[in-house]
């Protein structure tokens, strides 16, 4: 005998997967698993290093480092330490929708992002006298044949990594306490604040605040990290198509 589908608070058949389970971690335990991740870069990256000579070659090493790095942590401290099951992170239970939502939210992201640089280069011109250095998001060494081959780490590689940090981990963790815009906004810190690597790139922080903020509502209103990575992945595509077209 077959079970019909359960109704759900309309009347009709729930076909959907049950909805996350609720985290069994606190906020503050991203802050272990974020210096467990650096460890378990550090320990791919020397590897990387001491096998690849170029400098294209050093710095996709890194970055795919740096990203496995937040992965195996946060992944291996759920299991591990929390006992809680992958799909407490926020697993998709509408795929399209969800890849539909987070593109539509990048596209808007772009927008806001690249709208709060003009305006703090702006600002910093002005009190400078001069326009200031522009960070160096990508290395300059990286052309030709090795953009092709560092696209995927940063389209891919990146989204995935981060989003199940910042948003599945830290996000979720700080909604078990804050309400939703105040998670938004420390786990928006936190993400402008992870991409800080020099001080040229305080210029990039606050549009990457307002991104990140945008990248938790659209996780918290899906409640799917499939949503963020895709809405990320559409951030960095068009970002790493600009850097393209500027190194031809």
């Known amino acids: 005998m077959q079970i ?25 335990e991203a802050v272990a698993v974020f210096f467990a991740a650096l460890l378990v870069a550090a320990i791919v990256d020397s590897i990387v290093q001491a096998a690849v000579t170029s400098c294209p070659g050093r710095y996709l090493g890194q970055l795919v480092a740096g990203e496995a790095g937040l992965a195996v942590a946060v992944i291996g401290w759920l299991r591990i330490v929390d006992h809680a099951p992958l799909a407490a992170l926020g697993l ?12 539509a939210t ?6 806001a992002g690249d709208g709060v640089l003009v305006i703090v280069r702006s600002i910093v011109t002005q009190v400078l006298g001069h326009a200031p250095a522009q960070p160096d998001q990508v290395f300059t060494c ?29 996000y979720k963790g700080l909604r078990r306490r804050f309400p939703v815009w105040v998670a938004a906004l420390i786990s928006a810190a936190a993400f402008g604040a992870g991409h800080f690597a020099g001080l040229s790139y305080l210029l990039l922080i606050p549009g990457l605040i307002v991104v990140g ?7 918290e209103r899906r409640q799917s990290l499939l949503a963020s990575m895709a809405a990320h992945a559409t951030f960095n595509v068009v970002g790493f198509i600009a850097i393209v077209v500027s190194r031809r």
Request: aromatic fraction near 12%.
């Open 106 to 111: 990048g596209a808007v992201l772009v927008v």
């Open 142 to 170: 990286v052309r030709g044949g090795w953009l092709i081959a560092v696209a995927p780490a940063v389209i891919v590689a990146a989204p995935f990594g981060e989003e199940l940090f910042f948003r599945g981990y830290l």
């Open 213 to 219: 903020v945008g990248l938790a509502l659209v996780y």
């Open 4 to 28: 019909p589908p359960r109704p759900d608070a309309f009347g009709e058949p729930d076909r959907l997967p049950p909805l996350a389970p609720l985290p069994t971690w606190r906020a503050w």
């Open 92 to 103: 998709p239970r509408r795929p399209w929708g969800d890849l539909a939502a987070g593109v």
